[in-house]
T-cell receptor, first 110, second 115 residues
Framework: TQLLEQSPQFLSIQEGENLTVYCNSS?????LQWYRQEPGEGPVLLVT?????EVKKLKRLTFQFGDARKDSSLHITAAQPGDTGLYLC??????????FGGGTRLMVKP | NAGVTQTPKFQVLKTGQSMTLQCAQD?????MSWYRQDPGMGLRLIHY???????DQGEVPNGYNVSRSTTEDFPLRLLSAAPSQTSVYFC??????????????FGNGTRLTVT
């Protein structure tokens, strides 16, 4: 089983602060996806990174895939209350299985 | 667009009862999967299917059965419910199998409690 570890598990910050969420593994993934989940709903895809070293930006969110394709990070600049939610990374590895990390629960206080 | 539809939204079972969680998608997706979500453990894959008539086990398949008789439907059956199966269950589909990095589209989940 390929494992993905996310850190931190919980993060509570004030509006306007910056933050980084990490997703690490000892396994290599062909791609890595980031999802955001709100209470009572299923996760929704934010981004897919495929190439080692790739950086993708989505407004105030910056996603990076590690050079060795074993890890990824999500950086949020000037967080807003609307960014509150559960952030999940997921890796495409061996076989037809997408493996999820344990998630980072983010709360942004106004 | 309906996307991925799961029923029921909530269910309470007694230990030993059986039930089927329904999942349907209207996007003609090849790949469908079932996950369970427990606090602090993210999403764990139960079973998946790469097309009609084809199913395979994920990380935590014990106690669950699936079938894929049509492209649209992928029901999850609990054979004899146990308290350890209390969880939120998500069905998800993608256009292609995992090797194509297709995004997963999730339903809104079924919250199951086994007493």
């Amino acid at each position: 089983t390929q494992l993905l570890e996310q850190s931190p598990q919980f993060l509570s910050i004030q509006e306007g602060e910056n933050l980084t969420v990490y997703c690490n593994s000892s396994s290599v993934f062909s791609s890595l996806q980031w999802y955001r989940q709100e209470p009572g709903e299923g996760p929704v895809l934010l981004v897919t990174v495929v190439t080692g070293g790739e950086v993708k930006k989505l407004k105030r969110l910056t996603f990076q895939f590690g050079d060795a394709r074993k890890d990824s990070s999500l950086h949020i600049t000037a967080a807003q209350p609307g960014d509150t939610g559960l952030y999940l990374c997921a890796g495409d590895g061996a076989g037809n299985m997408l493996t999820f990390g344990g998630g980072t629960r983010l709360m942004v206080k106004p | 667009n309906a996307g991925v539809t799961q029923t029921p939204k909530f269910q309470v079972l007694k230990t030993g009862q059986s039930m089927t969680l329904q999942c349907a998608q209207d996007m003609n997706h090849e790949y469908m999967s079932w996950y369970r979500q427990d606090p602090g453990m993210g999403l764990r894959l139960i079973h998946y299917s790469v097309g009609a008539g084809i199913t395979d086990q994920g990380e935590v398949p014990n106690g669950y059965n699936v079938s894929r008789s049509t492209t649209e439907d992928f029901p999850l059956r609990l054979l004899s419910a146990a308290p350890s199966q209390t969880s939120v269950y998500f069905c998800a589909s993608s256009q292609h199998s995992r090797g194509n990095n297709s995004p997963l589209h999730f339903g809104n989940g079924t919250r199951l409690t086994v007493t």
